[in-house]
C-alpha cells in the first residue's frame, strides 16, 4: 500500500514540525461563550458565574482571553494577550494563551464549537 499523505509532509518525522501543525490546530480551533454571565471588577478583573453554579474571579489577561475568543478562535487570544506585552517572547505568548484557553474551557467559560 502507498503510504499516508501525512508522511510525506515537509517536516515529516521531525519533532519540532508536529509540534507546530498541533499548536497551528490549537490555534484555529472556535470557541463561544458557555452558559456564563459575569460583571466587570474595577480593577480590570471579572466575576464569572460558571455553568456549575460556582462563581469565580478571572484575572484581567483571562478576561483578555475570554474576550478575544468569545467569537473566534484560540489564535485570537493570543494576538490580543501579544498586545498586552512587548516584552514577552512570541512561544511564551503562545503557550499562555493556549493554557489559558484550555483552562477556560474546562471550566465551561468557553465552548468549542
Given at each position: 500500500?502507498a503510504?499516508?499523505a501525512?508522511t ?38 471579572r466575576?464569572?458565574r ?52 484550555q ?7 468557553l465552548?468549542?464549537?
Open positions: 500500500p503510504p499516508a501525512s510525506r509532509a515537509p517536516g515529516a518525522g521531525d519533532l519540532e514540525a508536529a509540534r507546530a501543525h498541533v499548536r497551528s490546530l490549537v490555534l484555529a480551533r472556535r470557541y463561544r461563550l458557555g452558559d456564563v454571565r459575569w460583571s466587570h471588577r474595577a480593577d480590570g478583573s466575576y464569572v460558571l455553568p456549575s453554579g460556582r462563581i469565580t474571579v478571572l484575572n484581567p489577561s483571562a478576561v483578555v482571553v475570554m474576550d478575544a475568543c468569545a467569537p473566534g478562535a484560540a489564535g485570537a487570544a493570543r494576538d490580543a494577550l501579544a498586545g498586552l506585552s512587548r516584552e514577552a517572547s512570541s512561544e511564551r505568548v503562545t503557550e499562555d494563551a493556549i493554557r489559558a484557553v483552562g477556560l474551557a474546562r471550566r465551561g467559560v465552548v468549542s464549537v
